[in-house]
């Protein structure tokens, strides 16, 4: 089993000779209610690094008043297991209190279209949170290395951009998509869908691997993308689509008419009461 800390203080007094010695530290960031995905990630981290350090942390700063904070499972003795069975050394498990000490809060955000497209509309303090409970991360362990998930893919360019900006010395990481086999993104709140709803989500990675097709194929029209992937994924009963969106990359900047690559096509649809996330890099 790995081990694992709840204090700042425990963490850097752990890491520290370690670090003189030269070891390299692989940091994962979580949220716990850890799957193959989060597993994945830490994996590719043991790998490339000398230590890996996998945060277990419910950030309460990234979630809106109406959001699901309280519901969200928090499972830290399962977490522990899948840590030490892909090869993690350390957990950190801080409270609320230690990540946030002040009663006036001090942030790290990234501004512009970046945060305000795709899910950034509908979650406007959501990157705020992650910005800030990233870089204090980043600063508590000193990484040499940074894992995460394309699955995120807003996050993921939030992230980079917050990186250069902010001259953090260390390498971003960005880890394929973990997908069940049925096509289904592995995510945390996938424990939320009932069977139905579960098999419904599936149209989500099915109709993003035909719009890739089509992309390929000759379709470069922005429009024509769009309109196909909400089409396809609108002829599912269970889906509740909030977003299908085309951005450009790196940094999801504004395309005109015409797709090119490497472009992101990112969804966001609502299975009953569960929001789930998916995307695909039109190259």
Not at 153 to 164: D, G, I, P
Not at 210 to 221: D, Q, S, Y
Not at 244 to 255: D, I, M
């Amino acid at each position: 089993m790995p081990q694992c800390f709840h204090t700042v203080k425990e963490l850097r007094e752990y890491l520290k000779p370690l670090k003189a010695q030269g070891k390299t530290v692989g940091l994962v960031p979580t949220m716990g209610a850890l799957h193959q995905g989060h597993a994945t990630l830490i994996s590719n981290s043991a790998k490339e690094n000398d230590i890996t350090v996998v945060s277990v942390f419910v950030n309460p700063t990234q979630f809106g008043p109406t959001e699901d904070f309280d519901a969200y499972p928090r499972t830290l003795e399962a977490d522990l297991e899948v840590v030490g069975k892909a090869g993690g050394d350390v957990v950190f498990a801080p409270s609320p209190a230690e990540m946030y000490p002040s009663s006036d809060d001090t942030w790290v955000e990234v501004t512009g279209n970046i945060t305000k497209v795709l899910c950034g509309k509908s979650r406007p303090i959501h990157f705020r949170g992650v910005t800030t409970v990233v870089s204090k991360l980043f600063n508590i362990v000193g990484p040499t290395r940074a894992y995460f998930g394309q699955k995120d893919a807003q996050q993921v360019e939030v992230l980079r951009r917050m990186v250069k900006d902010m001259f953090f010395d260390l390498e971003l990481r960005i880890v394929p998509i973990v997908r069940e086999e049925s096509g289904l993104a592995r995510s945390s709140r996938n424990t939320y869908l009932s069977a139905e709803e579960k098999s419904a989500a599936v149209i989500l990675s099915k109709t993003l691997k035909i719009a890739l097709e089509k992309f390929k194929a000759g379709t470069t029209k922005v429009e024509d993308i769009i309109s196909f992937t909400r089409t396809e994924i609108a002829k599912e009963p269970l889906a509740n689509i909030e977003y299908v969106e085309c951005y450009g990359l790196p940094g999801l900047y504004e395309l005109s008419d015409e797709v090119k690559a490497p472009s992101l096509l990112a969804v966001a649809v609502r299975f009953g009461t569960t929001r789930l996330i998916d995307n695909i890099i039109l190259e």
